[in-house]
């Protein structure tokens, strides 16, 4: 089967990105095929190479690049949900004149095109977000 997980939640304030994280290894686990990423509204953050939590606490950003690595997976930021929240890949950040960037290697930055592929093309698309 193949999944497209988006993930709406932040690394901080919920469950959300923990349990999509989860998912997401049970799916490759389980020889299932992941097409697609796709960090929007606040799960971006998931997505910044500047989140600094206690280093006794579980590191999403590091945890999510080391899935993205060792499965090749291809992990799309919504760039106009990133723009808001300041996550900024090298061209994005000089467009703007930025000091720098933020946007942890093995993530790009895409728009919703993105998410309507993966819809198309995946046999599941399942979302997590943040509880209301």
């Known amino acids: 089967m193949k999944f497209t997980i988006v993930i709406l939640g932040p690394p901080y304030t919920d469950q959300a990105a923990e349990t999509a994280f989860r998912f997401a290894q049970a799916v490759l686990e389980?020889?299932?095929?992941?097409?697609?990423?796709?960090?929007?509204?606040?799960?971006?953050?998931?997505?910044?190479?500047l989140l600094s939590l206690p280093q006794d606490e579980i590191q999403p950003s590091q945890r999510w690049r080391q899935l993205i690595d060792q499965y090749q997976l291809e992990?799309?930021?919504?760039?106009?949900?990133?723009?808001?929240?300041?996550?900024?890949?090298?061209?994005?950040?000089?467009?703007f004149a930025k000091p720098g960037n933020n946007l942890m290697p093995g993530f790009e930055l895409s728009g919703l095109g993105d998410l309507i592929d993966a819809a198309q093309h995946s046999d599941r698309l399942i979302t997590f977000?943040?509880?209301s």
Not at 75 to 87: D, E
């Open 129 to 131: 977000g943040p509880s």
């Open 75 to 95: 992990a799309v930021v919504c760039i106009a949900s990133a723009l808001r929240r300041g996550v900024l890949n090298e061209t994005e950040a000089k467009r």
């Open 30 to 49: 389980k020889k299932h095929h992941i097409y697609r990423l796709f960090f929007y509204h606040d799960g971006v953050h998931n997505a910044s190479s």
